[in-house]
């Protein structure tokens, strides 16, 4: 996990993922950085987090404020979600979920994206663009 350049306290990103967290109320949280590149996979989560109540938010994620997170993992292109199971900073172990298996809002999110992707699912307004050849 990389942390801002300037102060070494605030989450960024994984190294070639964003980072997500879940909070206990059930809110979707991602790093606000000017440090990383937004995502096209980090958007479309953040739609669909929207759409499943999640309340999405981009903000400021103190690396010491992992404890409020009961979900957390990466997003990007190549693994769309990848759950992680813990991490420690500084000696200090934070578990997510239960360690070993996939939060449950993680899986409805993974779910309903790759849903779409594989068009088993009708994708939000203005996702699919038709190219004709």
């Known amino acids: 996990m990389y942390l801002d350049p300037r ?3 605030y989450i960024d990103e994984f190294g070639g993922a964003n980072f997500y ?3 206990k109320e059930g809110q979707f949280l991602t790093p606000k950085s000017n440090s ?7 958007q479309s989560l953040f739609e669909i987090a929207e759409k499943q109540g999640l309340n999405p ?7 010491e404020g ?4 009961v979900e957390a993992g990466s997003m990007g292109t190549a693994a769309v979600i990848s759950p992680v199971g ?3 900073y500084h000696g200090k172990k934070y ?22 992707q594989l068009g088993d699912q009708p994708a939000p307004e ?3 663009q038709k190219v004709e050849v």
């Open 86 to 88: 813990s991490l420690t």
């Open 7 to 9: 102060e070494h306290k």
């Open 95 to 116: 578990t997510f979920n239960n360690e070993t298996e996939v939060g449950p809002k993680t899986q409805a999110l993974y779910d309903e994206l790759v849903g779409i």
């Open 66 to 69: 992992l404890g409020q997170f």
């Open 36 to 42: 990383i590149l937004s995502s096209i996979t980090k």
């Open 57 to 63: 938010q981009e903000t400021t994620i103190a690396v």
């Open 21 to 23: 967290g879940i909070t």
């Open 126 to 128: 203005g996702w699919i």
